[in-house]
């Protein structure tokens, strides 16, 4: 553990009305105290109670002012890192901002590295290592979804889960190995009965914990959905449309985009990740055929394809093209979007919608450029995500890394219940209870390392 006072910015870079400056260690107060003249002369930051806020000035060696701050106190184990902190809140320019965190550095503090205000709230305990990964998921939440998703992991919802299967799972492996030092009397301690619906109800919530990372994933990161169709059928207008940003390069001429182009937008709460493709046609143009190999790639991989037709051009390729995307998006819900309605009359309208008359999905018909029907669009897409509400209090998995160590937890549980069903001997049992124990000690730190820790928080903002 690093005994050092650390400081940083932790407001967002760039000029702004206030900047916050964190200073966390044993020595924040005194180091805060040699640069700090408070307004109030019978008051100083060493006697100052613990939650509160005072009022004074930052001064240089010279006794320069360089800016009117607010200086408030939080005293050991009471505070986020729970160690002793000061947060100086002084005016948001830079030049200002630098000062102050100089003249701190020169007093004795050390440069916070990234994530290391929370690492040192894990290491004294105020979270655990889930709850501390969930405040870098909060800081980058883009969606009501996201956010509450991030709130309920920080507070504990899916800790408390994972320290109530543990508590269990140690109850009987410490009677299992009891059971070893009386090997030769050949007495049980663990009811192997008792201990197989045990084991069945811990692979069935850890199962649960699990199969909520496709919604997880999707809601932290976007729900992936390619744009594709032939070339000049309106992709990058669409793109440009749902985005509210002149995203992509719109033009008349076929094969624009040759690479894919991307953004995230969140519509009614839920993260959308966009993929802008490269149209689909045969063309001898070795650049533009690698963009559209991109684009079968794309389609494999993404969760919902918005797939586009030019309703003033029905090509001859149409059956080509319908082959080659539906191939290609086995099991994804895909919506057919028709494009340019504001360029045709009823009566070609009628025509298309004969044409497509034997297709099953939604059928949506706009204009991108005249956004007309926008708000279907969206309507679909969000009935299209299928996503259950994330209330308050549901526990979700969103992280990678916590859904290997399930992964991992799985596969030991499911030996455990297989051993009792074949009758393995204790020893056998206790290993693969301890596996379950460690994959799951993983997640929330109670089994870590420094390689572990040191690649987890090295992912946090500077000053968080």
């Known amino acids: 553990m690093n005994h050092s006072t650390i400081t940083a910015i932790s407001t967002a870079p760039g000029v702004g009305g206030i900047a916050v400056i964190r200073v966390s260690g044993q020595d924040a107060l005194s180091i805060t105290e040699a640069i700090f003249q408070p307004k109030s002369k019978s008051k100083n930051i060493l006697n100052q109670s613990a939650n509160t806020v005072q009022y004074g000035s930052i001064v240089n060696k010279k006794d320069e002012?360089?800016?009117?701050?607010?200086?408030?106190?939080?005293?050991?184990?009471?505070?986020?890192?729970?160690?002793?902190?000061?947060?100086?809140?002084?005016?948001?320019?830079?030049?200002?901002?630098?000062?102050?965190?100089?003249?701190?550095i020169d007093a004795g503090c050390q440069l916070a590295k990234p994530g290391e205000f929370t690492q040192r709230a894990f290491l004294n305990g105020k979270m655990d290592l889930s709850q501390a990964e969930a405040v870098a998921d909060l800081i980058a939440s883009t969606s009501a979804s996201a956010h509450r998703m991030s709130v309920s992991q920080m507070r504990g919802g899916f800790s408390n889960e994972l320290i109530q299967l543990r508590t269990h799972l140690i109850d009987f492996v410490s009677l299992i190995e009891l059971e070893l030092d009386f090997n030769e009397e050949d007495v049980e301690f663990a009811d192997r009965a008792q201990l197989k619906n045990l084991t069945n109800e811990i692979e069935q919530h850890i199962a649960k914990l699990s199969d909520s990372f496709s919604v997880g994933n999707a809601l932290k990161n976007g729900i992936p959905v390619a744009l594709v169709g032939e070339t000049n059928v309106g992709k990058s207008t669409l793109l440009n449309l749902l985005l509210n940003e002149e995203k992509a390069i719109v033009s008349d001429i076929h094969g624009t985009t040759r690479d894919v182009i991307e953004d995230n937008i969140s519509i009614r709460g839920i993260n959308f990740r966009f993929i802008d493709t490269a149209g689909i046609r045969n063309t001898t143009d070795t650049i533009e055929n690698l963009g559209i190999e991109r684009t079968y790639k794309q389609i494999e991989q993404a969760s919902i394809v918005l797939w586009l037709v030019d309703c003033t051009q029905l090509t001859e390729h149409i059956e080509w093209l319908t082959e080659k995307i539906e191939k290609r998006a086995i099991g994804k819900k895909i919506i057919l979007v028709f494009n340019k309605i504001d360029l045709i009359n009823n009566e070609e309208l009628a025509v298309i919608k004969q044409i497509f008359s034997q297709y099953e999905g939604d059928r949506i018909f706009i204009s991108a450029k005249n956004k007309t029907n926008s708000e279907k669009l969206e309507q679909s897409l969000i009935n299209a995500a299928q996503l259950p509400a994330i209330e308050p209090g549901d526990v979700v998995v969103s992280n990678v890394r916590h859904y290997e160590a399930l992964q991992q937890a799985h596969s030991a549980i499911c030996r455990v219940y297989d051993g009792l069903e074949a009758g393995i001997t204790s020893d056998f049992l206790s290993q693969d209870i301890r596996e379950c124990l460690y994959a799951l000690g993983t997640i929330t730190g109670q089994v870590s390392n420094d390689e572990i820790l040191a690649n987890i928080f090295g992912k946090f903002c500077i000053g968080k």
């Open 65 to 104: 002012i360089i800016d009117d701050v607010l200086v408030t106190v939080f005293h050991a184990p009471h505070s986020f890192t729970g160690e002793d902190t000061v947060e100086i809140a002084c005016h948001g320019s830079i030049f200002i901002q630098q000062q102050i965190l100089q003249l701190l």
